[in-house]
């Protein structure tokens, strides 16, 4: 086919082949040349010229393309190449010899006008290789890019494309004389002349021009894609003789990188053309790992399958050629230019096929499939051809096609095919099935994975039977599919390897002889009812062919083909080698048109239409069935109707009114319909989640891919293809979603105009867009761009491969965008690919990182959704729904419309069968049309399914003043077809009148959407608030609009169609979609939102067969009862049209005996559901439930409306009710409330071969769509592979395509190659993939993420602080001293006399028990109380900005603190050393061993001994230290635990950067975390000991260890000459949530009543504490603070400059002075409390700095975390949980033991217990509990007089007070009886004493004396419960007498 020469000679083509003869003879030395006639016949691989690389006549380009056109009109450009490689012989036309002189030569002048610059061509374009290195440079196929030098340029390189026929091979042989070129710079092509190519590149040569002494190099392209200079051109024989395998890897082979045939075999002779292919161009179905033998063949011919030696695989596999013996190819080129009789532009007759031809044969098949033979020649390198014996060749009868209507397909088995030639256009040869039989080479571990053996093949014997059992199984209706039959192939070898193990133990297993193999093949073929046939040959192959071909050609009409004939030539010499011949009607073409890529099958479908071969299909259809003339009948009935048209709505199809009435009519206005709400759904946000926490994990990987911290904003451009309608529905969502807002892009007012430059279509302007775009990624660095490309898997095709674009405008547009090197290294710039489906982005060679993928979440989880919500209904529900036993299925198959389709194929075997099916489903529609209308007599003759769609759709609008209707769309990808399509049915529509009830809409991606004014007026008043100028830009504004939508382009595109889409007619989607991809894509326009009640309703077995005449009785006004009605719509039910899925207003159904039976069960369903949302019958549907409000967002979810979907049980039965009556399509009773549009999803007409795909749910296996090739661009890398799961995931799905498929050569991923190291696959770290089912709502999902992704930079530059007032205000003692305001620092004298202030005023403690005050006697007890219940748990925070003076956790990272946190690598962690530091503790009344883990770079702050081993002390500044502004004297120390990420340990900001002593104490047992978070800190290390202890041990070792390290110090210093009390005694003890400091001062108060204002601003933790530092006297001062930050510090707190309190949190602890004043080691809680109480009952001071305020962050893990309080010993899992109360029981009890420390026990026990314990304290702050030497929260009911037994201890003055209640806590000898006696006690008090052990707890009480004046019983002895091995503490209580 295509423009093949039917056997005639041609003249042109007979001198050529002459004169090639004669040259070969006069050339060769040794070999006999090969006869003329079997070059002309036999060689497949002579270059044509086409038209397009000689500059031809125009007469004579008429002539081509007329020829080119006769076979089936695809234009033929299959340039078909070869390499001229290895003929030896001598170039005769040599340089001129160097010693004769040189010849003068006088240059042509140049054309008047032209250019004359060396280094330009005479039209001005420049040709230097310097300026043309990065360009594309597209070139015809069979030239090459190759470099001459200009006498007067030295330096520079001029680009040329040559012939590579004209150039010599390696050998310095074998160049054609004469010369053929293009100019790169112009384009002007077809020089024949290198003199006249020389003038116009501005050579300006001296001498005669040859070819020989001017083009120099080859030129190449790197890696880089950067071309230039590559090896010379040998013009005379190479010394070196490499061997040609690897000289020809580095030859450039510019044609080459442009195509690989996709490997399913969409090349072949049917289509003749638009790929380029070359020798190995075929698959590379191994992915570069596959030999010449995959080639996939363009044409019919000797095609070699005998397996080739393994160095083919590699580099050639990719550049298609390869040079091997076995593939060695003579081709004759164009004669010589001394030749007259070849005219530039003949329409040369192409030859057969693009294959290597192996003239020299293997002459034996070796037994294993995967050896290579080994090709017997002369040792010389010289390949003798040999002359090929006559039964190898088949002659194609003339006229084939013509005779039998059946183009033939060859399916190449195994083996090799013999030549072909004659008729070849009439044949196609496929290589479907061959890697099916080429068994690959598989790795030990993916043989496992399939359960085989590596020894197990299939013998050639096995694979024939297989093939024919698989064509008898296939049947008369389907084709062959690759994908299925390697699984049988898989199956089978799985079947060996188990027999073989087996037979291992038993006897032994024979295979199937060949002798054997003709019987067994017949009888396997007999079952087959004569559809399958076996043809055995003894000689060859084409024996067979022939055989078969002979009879096709020879038979009459009344005999009967078989489908399949198998081939099997059964050779003695080769073996066993068979192919199938496909003669069935329908399979040969299925099989034909699906080697077509969609690019090529529409570019033949328009061939045919402009080449006028469809005209006479076209005068077939125009008539109608009953054979009378269309225009004509049409005619006819327009002079009937005269003027008028039919009725817009309200009115039946006969009711007539006049044009302009019909264009005044005004429908009422739909209310329900609010356009602009845009909501995000639930799975939205999460999904939007889901990306921001992969966005996280790539910022976390440490790959330093992403820095979080360092954006402030976000900003994005979506890219989306090319389609006017998706860019506008782009556009109105972001509009509606008021994204550009959120993220402060664009003011609220412009936002709406602005929006349209985030959107960008992938088109020609792109560049400039694009180019805009990158500008402002690079001018914000602080800006974090997203780059979002949607339905990214359209025209995925590589920049490279643009060349075989053939014209297509989009070709390689998204590759340079989303892959171009600005876009891979802009650091602020995420790429987000976002696909339905993703299939061609999950390859091997795939650029996105499986891990960062997000799937849509798994919609059965959606299940538990409340009530409300719609349930997405996709591709998996289409095809369950066909399982749901209903008579009206979702998913049909028109099988009447197939059989007329079929009977029109057979009469039209040259049109393709798309052409075919449109013209037949424009007169389907036509006829409908008529019908309804005006022809009754045409009903039979259309589908009953056409004619209920068009019915359904005219008849609707009739119904309602409101004129809605519904939506079909008629899918025609080919465009002419679809203007068409919309030109024929418009006409028709208009004949008859019906202009004003539906619009035709051709839905064209390249064109915005178009509508008559009078429906633009009818759409504007069913939205009601329209502006004038408004009109509709996508399909979903078309919502209630009766139309048909034509949608045409090669890719439905992502748009989204509105509710009232009711039909999606995919007729014409056929077995050219034979990808999953394609064939997916087609059926998601129909995937959407629908309410749960379809599916749930499923369930239920409803068959609701109504027939027309019955449903003429349904009476219109009343229904008692609701019924799910899925039938197909008739046109006279006059109430609602019954359709799939609604439900329907009847009393009387069809089958009504069922319906009782259906009715019970549903009503109560649709009862509940609709009475959740409140719907009653009283009101309105105007106003129903939630469904109002709600705009079905993006692709996105529909609103939750339960109330709409489920329309209204057991109304009353008045027809005045305004209940809704039924669940109407948009077109149903004005009631209908709008959520029900929605609820149902549209009905799907699909074509057979698409229904048998998808429609095929059989054995709950996956629709076997799912395992097709999943994208024409990708290829499979083994035939051998499992199976794609039903049950697997999307993630487990991608896993598998990264597995098993790989790039094809022209993809944009091709060229992310490995790298050569690891072999690993290079992943963009900025790149993300959103992978989602159609329409599922991806779009609102990223524009959620937009926001969210925002929102996050925000919070990371925010943090949440405590922001709580004081507590305790108002008993808090008022200071008696006046302070002189904005004194900077507190002066002793004045501050000593200030009385400390004991109440407690932060606000963490506001559930502690008070201390008692004098003045906390008069406060009223009741308040307290109800400010007590009224306390929320949840402690208030507010959200502040980060400043430049924070701390930070881990995830900060920044380039100022990157050494301080040093994260530079592995070894660092080595560079710390490990130092035991030992001291005693009188305390712990034993010695303590600390470990301090020293970074090498902090060493200097401590002093070692001299052998530079033991570590003596860490360094202490002096007090006399001169202030330093860089200096900070006091050590930091920060506890912390459980907080090695989030902890705020990162004081480099907050310290300004200056050199300071941080030490970080930590527990044992989490040292290696923090030690991993933090390797550049110095850490101190807490005893094991330790490990469960609580705060009050950490404050306590670090006082005790200090203390220890001053006095080293001193002593240290000492002998240096320093003072003892010159050492600096402070530390700094802070907790691990500071985070902010700043610094306040009153403003001044402009008139006295307002309240003067506050300022604050933020400071540094360095110059708080240098502030501190410098305090006057300061070492008087036991402890300095500041006091806590809080929004509602006023000036009236901070009057008091100085205070003397308590403080917390971050304090200046001098240790020297409170050397006697310990931490409690033992404590959980209010340690801090506990100890300001004690340090000011010594006497000390305590003073708060109130100008400095500290913020904490809200951190919410770590820190004083309770333990969970577990049983010691767990019994069952699910225990209930225990209560403080548990906490303690009676000694040597049989109580639960609890695993926890005792303390910690104790401690909650008290915060719960005071109740019990001191029932008398409760609210009774007059009377408080007395605790000596001891503060603990015994409840926040109870106050607490703190009591210091220390002598000289200053105390609260108790006179007078009755104390409720006596708490002695581990006491010491300075308690004692006479002590005790001094206080007075309430009677019925009660007395609590704890102590270690009973024995203990015994002699207190004796001590004491207790017993005088308590009274105790037996059974108020306790314990804290636990075990004894955890040492219980014991406490025993009492009654005061």
């Excluded at 002779?269 to 790992?289: E, L, M, P, R, V």
């Excluded at 009378?628 to 039946?652: A, C, H, I, W, Y």
């Excluded at 907080?1539 to 340990?1545: A, D, V, W």
Aim: proline share 6%; hydrophobic share 35%; charged share 20%.
């Amino acid at each position: 086919m295509g423009n093949s020469y039917a056997g005639q000679l041609k003249s042109a083509r007979f001198e050529e082949a002459l004169h090639n003869s004669i040259e070969a003879s006069l050339r060769c030395s040794s070999v006999v040349p090969r006869p003329i006639f079997s070059q002309l016949y036999l060689d497949p691989d002579q270059h044509p010229f086409s038209s397009a690389d000689v500059k031809p006549k125009v007469e004579e380009l008429d002539k081509d393309l007329v020829h080119r056109c006769t076979q089936n009109g695809s234009l033929d450009f299959s340039n078909t190449l070869t390499v001229n490689d290895m003929e030896d012989d001598e170039d005769d036309e040599e340089m001129s010899d160097s010693n004769s002189p040189p010849i003068p030569y006088s240059q042509k002048p140049a054309p008047e006008g032209s250019c004359t610059t060396d280094g330009f061509c005479q039209a001005g374009k420049d040709l230097r290789l310097v300026s043309l290195c990065m360009e594309q440079i597209d070139i015809p196929a069979g030239f090459l890019l190759v470099g001459a030098k200009s006498p007067n340029l030295p330096e520079h390189i001029l680009v040329c494309a040559v012939d590579k026929r004209f150039l010599p091979d390696d050998h310095g042989k074998n160049a054609l004389l004469g010369f053929s070129g293009n100019c790169i710079g112009c384009g002007e092509r077809g020089f024949r002349y290198f003199t006249e190519f020389s003038n116009h590149i501005n050579l300006k040569l001296t001498t005669q021009p040859k070819k020989q002494k001017h083009l120099k190099y080859y030129l190449v392209r790197s890696s880089q894609g950067v071309l230039s200079k590559g090896p010379l051109i040998c013009w005379k024989e190479c010394r070196s003789r490499q061997s040609s395998a690897t000289c020809h890897s580095i030859k450039p082979n510019s044609s080459v990188s442009s195509t690989v045939t996709p490997e399913n075999g969409t090349t072949n002779g049917y289509k003749s053309g638009f790929i380029q292919t070359d020798a190995a161009n075929g698959n590379s179905s191994h992915g570069g790992k596959n030999s010449a033998t995959s080639s996939t063949p363009a044409r019919p011919g000797n095609y070699s399958l005998s397996p080739r030696p393994s160095y083919a695989s590699g580099d050639q596999g990719r550049s298609s050629s390869i040079f091997l013996p076995s593939a060695t190819m003579f081709i004759s080129g164009p004669p010589k230019k001394r030749h007259r009789g070849w005219y530039p532009g003949s329409p040369l007759p192409q030859p057969g096929l693009v294959v290597p031809v192996p003239t020299v044969r293997p002459l034996s098949r070796t037994e294993s499939l995967l050896s290579a033979p080994v090709p017997q020649t002369p040792l010389t390198g010289i390949l003798q051809p040999r002359p090929i014996p006559a039964g190898e060749t088949v002659i194609v009868p003339e006229n084939l096609l013509s005779n039998s209507g059946i183009r033939p397909v060859i399916l190449i088995g195994y083996g090799t095919l013999p030549y072909f030639y004659g008729n070849v256009g009439d044949i196609v040869v496929s290589p479907l099935l061959v890697n099916c039989y080429k068994i690959p080479q598989l790795e030990n571990k993916d043989l496992e994975q399939l359960g085989l053996t590596g020894s197990q093949l299939l013998s050639v014997e096995n694979m024939i039977l297989l093939t024919i059992q698989y064509l008898v199984r296939l049947g008369p209706d389907q084709i062959p599919l690759r994908e299925e039959f390697e699984q049988i192939m898989l199956k089978a070898m799985q079947e060996f390897t188990l027999r073989e193990r087996a037979l291992q133990m038993g006897a032994q297993w024979i295979p199937v002889s060949p002798g054997q193999l003709p019987w067994l093949a017949r009888l396997i073929a007999s079952v087959s009812q004569d559809l399958v046939h076996v043809i055995v040959t003894q000689n060859s192959l084409a024996e067979g062919i022939s055989e078969t071909l002979r009879t096709l050609s020879e038979m009459r009409h009344y005999q009967r083909l078989p489908d399949y004939v198998v081939a099997i030539c059964a050779s003695k010499i080769r073996g066993n080698e068979f192919c199938v011949v496909v003669l069935g009607q329908h399979q040969s073409r299925a099989l034909a048109e699906s080697m077509l890529t969609t690019s090529e099958f529409l570019k033949e479908i328009s061939y045919e239409l402009i080449t006028g071969k469809v005209s006479f299909l076209a005068s077939h259809f125009k008539t109608t069935s009953l054979g009378d003339d269309l225009d004509k009948l049409l005619e006819k009935m327009q002079q009937r109707r005269g003027d008028s048209v039919v009725t817009p709505f309200n009115g039946d199809l006969n009711e007539y009114v006049s044009p302009q009435e019909a264009a005044a009519m005004i429908p009422t206005q739909n209310l329900d319909l609010d356009n602009e709400t845009f909501q995000i759904y639930q799975p939205q946000l999460t999904v939007a989640r889901k990306l921001l926490s992969q966005v996280c994990a790539i910022a976390d990987s440490g790959s330093q891919s992403l820095d979080l911290g360092h954006f402030s904003k976000v900003d994005f451009i979506v890219i989306v293809p090319r389609s006017e309608v998706l860019v506008q529905q782009t556009l109105q969502r972001i509009r509606q979603s008021g994204v550009l807002v959120d993220l402060g892009l664009e003011e609220n007012g412009t936002a709406y105009q602005r929006a349209e430059k985030y959107v960008v279509r992938l088109d020609n302007e792109i560049q400039t867009k694009f180019e805009v775009f990158m500008r402002r990624v690079k001018q914000n660095p602080y800006t974090l761009f997203v780059l979002v490309h949607d339905n990214c898997h359209v025209e995925l095709t590589s920049v490279i491969s643009g060349s075989l674009s053939h014209g297509e405008p989009s070709h390689g547009l998204a590759d340079r965008v989303i892959n171009c090197r600005e876009v891979l290294e802009a650091f602020n710039l995420l790429v987000l690919q976002v696909s339905s489906f993703p299939y061609t982005l999950q390859t091997q060679q795939s650029r996105i990182s499986s891990s960062n993928e997000v799937h849509w979440i798994q919609l059965d989880s959606m299940e538990d959704m409340s009530c409300e919500e719609k349930l997405y209904f996709g591709l998996n529900e289409y095809s369950k729904s066909l399982q749901w036993g209903i008579t009206s299925p979702l998913l049909r198959c028109d099988e009447t419309f197939e059989k007329m389709v079929n009977t029109l194929l057979e009469r039209y075997p040259r049109l393709h069968s798309m052409v075919v099916r449109c013209y037949l489903l424009i007169q389907q529609y036509s006829e409908a049309l008529m019908a309804l209308t005006t022809m009754a007599s045409l009903r039979d003759h259309s589908t009953p399914e056409t004619l209920s769609i068009m019915d359904d759709l005219i008849s609707s609008p009739g119904k309602t003043k409101s004129g809605r209707g519904h939506m079909l769309i008629i899918r025609v990808p080919s465009v002419q077809l679809a203007m068409l399509a919309k030109e024929r049915l418009q006409e028709v529509r208009d004949r008859l009148g019906l202009q004003y009830r539906f619009e035709i809409i051709l839905g064209n991606p390249a064109s915005e959407v178009s509508v008559a004014t009078h429906f633009v007026a009818r759409l504007k008043t069913w939205r009601g608030n329209e502006p004038e100028e408004w009109i509709p830009r996508t399909y979903q504004d078309l919502e209630g609009l009766p139309c048909i939508v034509i949608l045409t382009g090669k890719d439905p595109l992502g748009e989204t169609f509105p509710r009232s889409l009711k039909y999606c007619d995919l007729r014409l989607i056929d077995s050219s979609y034979l990808t999953r991809t394609a064939l997916e894509q087609e059926v998601g326009l129909a995937c959407c939102y629908v309410s749960k009640e379809v599916i749930r309703g499923s369930t239920v077995a409803l068959d609701l067969s109504g027939k027309e005449q019955e449903r003429t009785t349904v009476s219109e006004n009343e229904s008692d009862e609701l019924l799910i009605d899925l039938e197909r719509p008739q046109s006279n039910s006059s109430a609602v049209t019954g359709t799939s899925g609604s439900i329907m207003e009847n009393g009387v159904s069809s089958s009504s005996a069922a319906d009782k039976s259906q009715k019970q069960p549903l009503t109560p369903s649709f009862q509940s559901s609709a009475n959740s949302v409140g719907l009653d019958e009283g009101v309105s549907t105007g106003t129903v439930g939630t469904g109002e409000t709600l705009k079905q967002e993006c692709d996105s979810l529909g609103p939750p409306m339960a109330s709409s979907t489920t329309s209204k049980p057991s109304l009353a039965s008045s027809s005045s009710s305004s209940g809704p009556r039924a669940l109407p399509w948009p077109g149903g009773p004005v009631q209908g409330c709008r959520g029900l549009h929605a609820a149902l999803p549209p009905i799907v007409i699909l074509s057979k071969a698409a229904y048998s795909l998808l429609g095929s749910q059989r054995g709950g296996k996956l629709p076997s769509s799912s395992s097709l090739l999943p994208h024409a661009d990708v290829a499979w890398v083994s035939s051998l592979r499992p199976l794609l799961h039903k049950d697997m995931s999307s993630e487990e799905q991608s896993l598998y395509y990264r597995q098993w498929t790989s790039a094809r050569q022209h993809h944009a991923d091709y060229s992310n190659q490995p790298d050569p190291n690891s072999g690993a696959w290079a992943c963009h770290p900025r790149r993300l993939l959103l992978t989602g089912p159609p329409q599922v709502g991806k779009t609102g999902s990223y524009l959620q993420f937009l926001r969210i992704l925002f929102r996050m930079l925000i919070r990371l530059l925010e943090v949440d602080v405590y922001d709580e007032g004081e507590i305790n205000t108002d008993h808090s003692e008022s200071s008696e001293v006046s302070q002189s305001e904005g004194e900077p620092w507190p002066d002793i004298e004045s501050f000593s006399k200030i009385p400390f202030d004991i109440s407690v005023h932060d606000p963490k403690y506001s559930l502690m028990s008070l201390v008692y005050t004098e003045k906390l006697a008069g406060v009223k007890q009741e308040a307290r109380k109800e400010s007590r219940a009224e306390e929320a748990r949840k402690r208030a925070t507010v959200s502040m900005m980060l400043t430049k003076y924070a701390a930070y956790n881990t995830f900060h990272h920044c380039e100022q603190c990157h050494q301080y946190m040093d994260f530079t690598s592995a070894s660092q962690m080595s560079d710390s050393t490990l130092h035991a530091f030992t001291f005693s503790s009188s305390m712990l009344g034993e010695e303590v061993q600390l470990y301090f883990i020293i970074p090498k770079s902090k060493e200097s702050h401590f002093v070692f001994s001299k052998q530079g081993k033991h570590l003596e002390s860490m360094r202490l500044p002096l007090v006399s230290d001169k202030q330093n502004l860089n200096v900070v004297k006091s050590p930091i120390f920060t506890p912390s635990s459980g907080r090695h990420e989030h902890g705020l340990l990162n004081l480099f900001h907050a310290m300004e950067g200056i050199s300071h002593l941080h030490l970080l104490v930590v527990k044992e047992y989490e040292m290696p975390l923090y030690r991993k978070c933090w390797p550049n800190h110095i850490m101190l290390v807490l005893p094991g000991m330790f490990n469960n202890a609580g705060v009050g041990a950490a404050r306590f070792l670090i006082k005790e260890l200090s203390y220890h390290n001053l006095e080293l110090e001193r002593n240290r210093l000492e002998e240096l000459g320093v003072k003892r009390q010159c050492v600096w005694p402070f530390i700094v003890v802070m907790d691990d949530s500071c985070v902010l400091w700043n610094i306040h001062s009153v403003q001044e108060q402009t008139s006295p009543p307002v309240e003067a204002g506050v300022s604050s601003k933020n400071v540094s933790l360095k110059s708080v504490l240098q502030h501190i530092e410098a305090t006057p006297k300061i070492v008087h001062y036991a402890i300095l603070g500041i006091q806590k930050w809080s929004s509602k510090l006023t000036s009236q707190s901070l009057k008091a400059p100085f205070s003397r309190c308590h403080v917390h949190d971050f304090i200046l602890l001098n240790i020297d002075l409170t050397q006697n004043v310990q931490y409690d080691f033992n404590r959980y809680f209010c340690e801090d409390v506990d100890f300001n109480l004690r340090t000011n009952s010594s006497g000390l001071l305590i003073c708060r700095f109130n100008n400095f305020s500290l913020m904490k962050k809200h951190v919410q893990v770590g820190g004083q975390r309770d333990f969970i309080i577990k049983p010691k010993i767990m019994v069952s899992e699910s225990l209930a949980p225990i209560l403080p109360l548990q906490y303690v029981c009676a000694p040597d009890s049989e109580h639960t033991l609890l695993a926890a420390p005792a303390q910690f026990l104790l401690e909650k026990f008290l915060q719960h217990a005071s109740f019990k314990l001191f029932p008398k304290a409760i609210r009774n702050f007059k009377s408080p509990v007395l605790a000596i030497d001891c503060y603990l929260n015994i409840g926040p009911e109870v106050a607490i007089c703190y009591i210091s037994s220390r002598p000289h201890s200053s105390n609260v003055n108790c006179e007078g007070v009755f104390f409720s209640g006596l708490l002695l806590y581990l006491c010491d000898s300075f308690v004692g009886a006479d002590l005790l006696k001094k206080f007075k006690f309430l009677k019925g008090a009660t007395l609590c004493v704890i102590c270690q052990d009973r024995s203990s707890l015994r002699q207190t009480i004796v001590r004491l004396e207790l017993e005088d004046e308590w009274q105790f019983r037996l059974r108020d002895e306790f314990q804290t419960a636990n075990s004894s091995d955890d040492k219980p503490l014991y406490f025993l209580t009492g009654r005061h007498v």
